[in-house]
């Protein structure tokens, strides 16, 4: 059981990286963006991913109950890569904003399956440990 544990943790930790890379490492890219699509609207990309990230939120702890853990992972880091993709070929900075809100909605369910699932296979006592080290590498 520790062994299992300790390897769910692990690949846990690595789907909770998604939500840093998508919005952190824009951060540094605000003022290219701003000049490749000529407008003083860039910071809008944070802000895009932020709100799908506290929107789509509501839906995916039902969404997890219903249809698994597995399933609905699976089809947010799904969404996560064509919206990637999408940002990646964006034409318009109106395309680009579109993008990163699906780009969001997909990296939000690496965050509430991953809570999900730490209190799904850890006991109670070893929950606020496990916990605590996502949300330090999260943060």
Known sequence: MLKTT??????????CV???????LYI???PLISKAFVTNK?????TTF??????SQLFYGPLLDRFGRKPVLLCGLIIF????????FSSTFNFLLVARFFQAIGACSTIVAVLAIIRDVYPQEKIVHATSMIMAIIG
């Open 81 to 88: 890569i064509i919206a990637s993709a999408a940002v990646i």
């Open 42 to 46: 860039a910071p809008l990309v944070l």
């Open 28 to 30: 540094s890219a605000l």
């Open 18 to 24: 998604i939500v840093p890379f998508g919005n952190d």
């Open 6 to 15: 300790k390897f769910t943790l692990m690949l846990v930790l690595t789907a």
């Open 50 to 55: 932020l709100f799908g990230l506290a929107f």
